[in-house]
C-alpha cells in the first residue's frame, strides 16, 4: 500500500482523522491550503473531494473564482495519482484544459476516476475532472495531462 493511502488508513477512524487527513494532504502544495479541500474518498485510482463555497474563494460575482476550481481540480487529479502510482513510478502535470461550464453557486465536488490506467506501461495520463454543485450539475470540466516516467536508480 503506498504511503498516502497507509496514512489514511491509520487517521480514518481518529477523532477528526479525516479532517487532519485532508489538512495534510492540502499542505503538500501551499497553494492548495487556500480551498480547504476536504477528502471525500481515497482508493487506488480514483479520488473524490470537496470544497466549501465562502467569501475567501469568491470571485466579483460571489460565485466559486475560477482559479480556486482549477486548485480544486488539480488536488484532485494529483492526489488520485499519487495514491495510485506504483513506488518505481514519478508523474508531472504538464498541461491542463479547463471549461467553465456554469457558475459555481454552491459548495462543490470534484472526482477523478484513473482506473483505466496500465500504470507499468503508460508515459502520459489524461485525469478528466469534473466538478460539480449541490445539484450535480457540472460547472468546471478539466482535463490535467500527467507524464509519468520511471524513477531514477540511486
Not at 492540502?26 to 471525500?40: E, G, L, M, Q, S
Not at 460565485?63 to 484532485?76: D, G, K, R, S
Not at 500504470?119 to 450539475?137: A, F, R
Amino acid at each position: 500500500m503506498n504511503r498516502i493511502l497507509s496514512l489514511q488508513q491509520k487517521l480514518i477512524n481518529k477523532p477528526f482523522g479525516k479532517a487532519i487527513f485532508s489538512r495534510m494532504l492540502a499542505a503538500y502544495a501551499p497553494y492548495f491550503k487556500t480551498i480547504k479541500p476536504r477528502v471525500v474518498e481515497l482508493k487506488h485510482n480514483y479520488h473524490k473531494c470537496s470544497m466549501k463555497k465562502r467569501p475567501a474563494v469568491h470571485n466579483h460575482l460571489k460565485t466559486v473564482h475560477a482559479i480556486a476550481c482549477c486548485n480544486l481540480c488539480e488536488f484532485t487529479a494529483g492526489i488520485c495519482m499519487e495514491a495510485s502510482i506504483p513506488k518505481h513510478r514519478r508523474w508531472i502535470p504538464v498541461g491542463m484544459e479547463v471549461a467553465y461550464v456554469a457558475k459555481a453557486k454552491t459548495d462543490l465536488v470534484a472526482e477523478c476516476d484513473l482506473s483505466n490506467v496500465d500504470w507499468e506501461t503508460t508515459d502520459m495520463v489524461t485525469c478528466h475532472v469534473p466538478v460539480k454543485d449541490t445539484q450535480g450539475q457540472v460547472v468546471v470540466e478539466a482535463f490535467i495531462k500527467m507524464k509519468v516516467s520511471d524513477k531514477k536508480k540511486k
